[in-house]
């Protein structure tokens, strides 16, 4: 014999399934590619054309009269070029310093000057992070990044001398 239960289970299980799978959502303009969600006004009809001379009918399509919006130009550069190191940061497990390179205005390489050493596993540690933490600097342009596992200290640590050398590169 089945539980109570397990049948009151299995019939509000059932229920919410097929409540889910009833559930429509509303139809809505799709956007066209190459359009921006800004671009589109969500809900509202379309023009109709208009009759012209040349179209009495109206069955071409409608000329807009908006004005049309300014291409986003390149952005200015946010830093100066050259090198610059930033802060010492103090770990329980060592130093962490780096040196930014910059060119063209862009971060183009980091190059730690002090990582944690003090035993076989710091050094290890450092050794592994290091590239990992670079390439997350280059793919980001900033010291957003992400921390890694296993090299938390380390990571923070990395991330605060980098904001301080991108702060005094800053243009």
């Not at 190191?85 to 103090?90: E, F, I, R, T």
């Not at 390179?101 to 980091?110: E, K, L, P, R």
């Not at 290890?124 to 793919?139: N, Y």
Request: hydrophobic share 45%; no cysteine.
């Amino acid at each position: 014999m089945i539980p109570k239960r397990a049948i009151g289970g299995l019939v509000t299980t059932v229920f919410a399934l097929a409540l889910l799978l009833s559930f429509k959502t509303p139809a809505g303009p799709e956007l066209a590619a190459g359009t921006t969600a800004d671009a589109a006004i969500v809900g509202s009809p379309s023009p109709t054309p208009a009759a012209t001379a040349d179209d009495p009918v109206g069955t071409a399509p409608a000329q807009s009269n908006a004005t049309p919006q300014p291409t986003a130009a390149a952005p200015a550069s946010v830093y100066v070029d050259g090198t610059v190191a930033g802060s010492l940061v103090s770990t329980r497990y060592g130093d962490v310093q780096v040196e930014v390179v910059i060119q063209g205005g862009v971060v183009t390489d980091v190059v730690p000057l002090a990582l944690p050493s003090g035993d076989r596993r710091s050094s290890r540690i450092s050794e592994v992070a290091a590239p990992i933490l670079r390439d997350e600097t280059l793919a980001a342009q900033d010291a957003d990044i992400d921390l890694l596992s296993g090299a938390t200290y380390t990571s923070r640590a990395y991330a605060r001398s980098l904001q301080s050398a991108l702060d005094r590169a800053r243009a």
